[in-house]
């Protein structure tokens, strides 16, 4: 028998072990006034897991190519990669059961909860805050957050950017009905941006290091002392009650936690595979690289808070109509296999 096989084999044992101490802990944590969790079914054995087919969301340069920068994008099941512009979408088409899973930031899960999306926040990390960066053109007059007030400033609705504008101008004594939110995806934005049809982008990385190398762009705010700078896994509640995709999804969170802390350690190799993935010029990836990875934290009681005051925020804004418990859109069934890996 071959090596790896033996060590998938064992891989496999471990993972069913702590999936299954994650359950009876998510089953212990309702049972002390915690968020309901629906338990989590069984893990399969290896020949099922060989018939899996994970439907995994991606946005530009993200997931994909961390794990192809670290070599562990061997899965041993069936990955379908699908891209999305930002976390809006992506979270729409994993509520719909059109995709199993996939990564956004710190805002989309908001908007998807409000909206009573059928998912579930399963693994969270946190990354530099200076990538989310609101820019103006070199010869903007604009030199700080406190002019913003009667500005055209784009930005992604519902992307983590929309949330860190929104404590931006708060930060400035400024609400949203103070300035002119232009809502246009990066695609779109770009091009309004560096045409001067809006007086400000509010971005992320890539983007972020792009239009600074593209156009000279320079920030007047980033999230350094208001973001929290999180982001998540999501994944939807049809692919956690199915054994084979929660066992998968198990397995995708591990290699994903490795990759993270693998480009952290090594980012001329993160920078090129981010390049050859996106058709970024490596200097655009060297530059975001160079800001720092997002690293695996657990998803744990602070982080739930600090998710629900920024849920708060948007709804004292009136960009989510009602409030709501982020809590309940929270499964940490995973925590245990993520805690040992």
């Not at 949203?176 to 400000?200: M, R, T, Y």
């Not at 990875?293 to 948007?314: G, I, K, M, N, Y």
Request: some cysteine.
């Amino acid at each position: 028998m071959e090596q790896s096989t033996v060590r998938r084999r064992d891989f496999l044992a471990s993972l069913a072990l702590s999936a299954t101490s994650a359950g009876l802990l998510s089953a212990c944590a309702g049972g002390r006034g915690g968020p309901a969790q629906a338990p989590a079914p069984a893990p399969v054995d290896p020949g099922q897991l060989a018939r899996v087919t994970l439907r995994v969301g991606d946005q530009k340069g993200n997931a994909r190519s961390l794990l192809r920068a670290a070599r562990l994008d061997d899965f041993p099941y069936t990955v379908q990669w699908a891209t999305f512009p930002s976390g809006p979408p992506l979270l729409e088409a994993v509520s719909a059961d059109a995709i199993d899973l996939g990564g956004v930031g710190n805002t989309p899960p908001l908007f998807a909860a409000a909206a009573g999306a059928k998912i579930k926040v399963i693994a969270a990390s946190k990354g530099n805050v200076a990538s989310d960066a609101l820019v103006v053109l070199p010869n903007s007059p604009l030199q700080g957050r406190d002019q913003l007030r009667g500005r055209k400033i784009a930005v992604a609705k519902g992307s983590s950017a929309h949330g860190q504008i929104l404590l931006t101008l708060r930060a400035a004594g400024l609400t949203p009905h103070d300035v002119n939110l232009v809502f246009l995806q990066p695609s779109d934005a770009i091009g309004a941006f560096k045409q001067g049809a809006v007086d400000a982008w509010a971005i992320w990385d890539p983007y972020f290091s792009q239009i600074q190398l593209e156009a000279g762009a320079r920030a007047i705010a980033d999230g350094q002392g208001t973001a929290n700078g999180l982001s998540f896994q999501v994944a939807g509640t049809t692919a956690l009650a199915d054994a084979g995709r929660n066992t998968a999804i198990a397995d995708y969170l591990v290699r994903l936690a490795k990759a993270q802390r693998f480009s952290d350690a090594n980012r001329e190799q993160r920078a090129q595979a981010w390049s050859a993935d996106t058709g970024l010029p490596i200097e655009v990836t060297r530059r975001a690289t160079g800001l720092g990875p997002d690293l695996p934290v657990p998803l744990d009681a602070e982080v739930t808070r600090s998710e629900q005051e920024l849920a708060d925020t948007f709804v004292a804004a009136g960009e989510i109509p009602r409030p709501f418990k982020f809590a309940d859109f929270v499964d940490t069934r995973f925590a245990a296999t993520l805690a040992t890996a």
